[in-house]
């Protein structure tokens, strides 16, 4: 029995051993386009539905705003108020951490997920949970969103001579947000003082409806490159085109991928969108096991790590995002983990 | 594979070396304050902002100024120039993120800008002076009268008033309309402290909530009297203890206070 279950172990790590290593998008600045990877088949390429035969992905992602913002306050003390059970030490507290929230921003985010892929075929459910801040210079206001992602797609890969592929892919993506209104720090009191006050909060639906296709082109010594329209609603107005060039390279147990890429650069106007659209990103892989990647994002750097074991992934990324009325005048720190099954 | 790994490690240092500001491009020399804004301006419905001015970042990318429906204000806002209303929005922008004038004031000010600030202070100060004494007249009272009503009611009605009157004031620059964003920022931080002290008042002064005292009359002076008058001691307590501690009790009384010194210090 045991012996058995040592070789059933074995097999899984060989076969571990023997994946690729999937990596988080934001880690690596977003430039994930040329990846080749179903994890990134319905949020960057729709093309990377034909990416393996059979795939199932499990994730559940966590993504804190604002990390330094938070740590800079008086932390430990901080959450000693809010664990203490005070009324007043709670509000103080909560007043304290949101000091550095100003305007819209985002404060907590979670994610959970379940997509497969089955022959060039694909569906995902994601559903989001968000907690935003809102106002600035008077009494912090904040709202709950929430949002479920219906995504079905389809692919096709043809594998040429020389080394050549060719993949396309269409993804329909179906949103259904609700957004709670507005509360500010007296809901949070009354709530404190007396919950059942706090549910009369309102609800704010809002239903959306849109494609992405997605083009992919594997070129001869590691290069490729991608070509994705997204967004592209019942006008067709709101589309926006990405396409980015990346290269892949191996040595032994070690893995390199580059990429350099533009978002959106049909929307370019100037210099400040170009800023905005850039994005570039490595990653290092050792085995299939781990790999580290880092990234520039509409020029805000980003890190992430990434270790697979058996079907199982932890993944970690370190991110801005900009939120000023410029850009570049209220950049945010977010620390994403992400926890997942994946098979493929 | 050690060509490719030099590089990766040589921008992984540059990455994290560029954390102090994250933007790379600033780095390189661009300067997001100095960037012109699509700005349009939106009046404010009644009782729809409790601000004089406050600003919405719009999803299409404009900058959507929103002001209070003041005569003065609207005047103002109409004749300032393009380069008049950037600068407000900017400086409302900053205030709304960082909540006081430190890094405003301590950027580059041409003569005309300093002189417009020393008359600015000298207003601000004067309404500061007014609410300071006000906010000392209700502890003052508290304290030494304990439950002498009429005290305190005359202070928290002068508070209030005062709160009323910015709203009134007819600013004739730009740096007024800043001034007033500023006192009222401060005003609130004060109601925002009093009724942090409040929660630890039992009884039906919990019902009053900060949207039924921001809309006009729903929480009256007679209202918050009544309970104060039921919980003084309590209340005296908790104020004072708040007060010597407060920091810990609003985000953006600690801003005010390190205005005056900036700005004392900046035009010394």
Redesign the interface.
Known sequence: MRRSAACILILLLTCSLLAGTGITAQGRGQAVLTDDSVRHAFTHNPAFITSSDFSLHIPIQTRVHNVTGILGSDFTGNIKGIMSGD??RM??SI??I??SF???MDLLEVEEGLSFTLKGLGAGVFLRQKAVTY?????MRFALEMEAELDWGLGWRWDLDNGYTIAAGLVNRTRIGLRTSLV????V??F???PPSALDISLEEDIANSFDIGTYFCLPYGFSTSFVVRDIGPDGNTATIDTAFGWK?S?SI?S?SLEAGLKGWSSIRDE?DL?KSLDAG?S?GITSLLSIS?G?DG???S?GIDLELLCFAISAAWY?Q??????????R?VLSIEIALLID | ?RK??IP?IL??IV??A??GD?????HMG?D??G?P?PVETVRAGKGED??LL????GYDGN?RLIYKEVDGNYDLLRSLSEEGRIRL??T??Y?????DLSSYLAGPLDDDTLDACKDTIAFVNSIIDGIEGNVTKILDGLEETGMDVAVVRQAIDSLFEEFGALNRLDPETVEDLISI?LV??TL?SCI?MF???L??IPGDI?EY???Q?SSDGAWTTDDMLSSISRNAGRLVQ?LLDAIADID?????IPSFVSLDEIVDEVLQ
């Open positions: 009324a007043r509000a103080t007043l304290d949101l000091r100003n305007g819209r106002d600035g210079s008077l009494g500010g720090v007296d809901t009191v009354d404190l003082l007396d390279g040595l070690l390199l400040v800023m490595l290092l880092a520039i020029g805000y750097p890190f801005w900009d939120y000023g009325v410029v850009y570049g005048l209220a950049p720190d | 594979m490719t790994a990766l921008s992984i990455l994290f560029s954390c994250p933007n790379i491009y600033s661009y997001p304050a960037r804004l409790f601000n406050s600003l919405i970042s900058i929005v900017q409302v922008d205030l709304s993120r960082y909540g964003q009222e920022d609130v925002e009724y942090i002290i929660l630890d919990a909530t900060w949207n005292f908790t810990q009790v609003s985000s953006r």
